[in-house]
């Protein structure tokens, strides 16, 4: 079971277990382990809402991103409270301090992505919620404005067209138990963003696909670059992150959960630098820190 925990990203909401939940703290005691940690948070309030004439990326935290793209506001997978693992970084906002969200994005149904408190509080802000047609099912359940989209679909928000991505994240069907559903492919995606100032790839979580080798050269990835088995692994990561040589890599998924034998979560940014090409391109964000879009110039 310890196995089993160690391979996956988090733990989907029907199994409100976690690797937390194994008892084998004598052994934590002794030897725990170096994790790299997120820099310190610079928190953000209302004004980071405003209409601009620019696109501003920010790290949540987790997997989480909020980007404001000329006075499009948007969440990716924010989680901003309730998680049920231990948490070192501050968030970068509250629930009650985000003013309005023209939309919150959600990648997959596991709980560091769709975090039910998170957007159940946020529902008094958020126009629309969009993701896959089983995570709208989720949603709709728990009486959010939500729209399923299928792989492959685009949708508008303000000024920004985005297309649903595919991945390969069904982990669940290789644990039988975990589970009583059968999961699909198409359950969980990316997000392809295109904005005003450049394209914005969030891969969301996922093995290494064929299909992710021939994209679009993207303006920056939301990248996570942990070692997992159901993640892109790190060989898989940093192939990916050689790809596209010149996008802006914005690192996520590292350094916020306490969990130093967690391989999802405990990624460190100084491992990429030798194995990727043009390294000046890694920007490790503190959470809330403000990143601008630009466009990649072309060859
Ligand atoms: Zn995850």
Redesign the pocket.
Known sequence: MVIILYII??IPLNAQITADSIPNKESAKKDKKYQAKAPQTKPFGSAAFEKSDKTILRWLGM?GFFINSRGTTMMIDPLLKGFDMPVMIEYPITTEDVPSLDAVLVTHA?N??YSVPTTKDLSGVTKAYHSTIYVDSLMINNGLPSHGHNIGDSFKVGTTTIKMIPVDHAWQNAYPGTSDRQFKDEDSCGFWIETPDGTIWATG?SRLMPEHLEMPTPDAILFDFSDSEWHFTFEGAVKLANTYPNTILLLN?WGSVDAPDFP?FNADPKMLYEVVDNPERIIVLAPGEPFKLKRLKKP
Do not use: L, M, N, Q
Request: aromatic share 0%; charged share 35%; with cysteine.
């Open positions: 990203c988090a997997g596991d560091d992505h979580d998924h999802p």
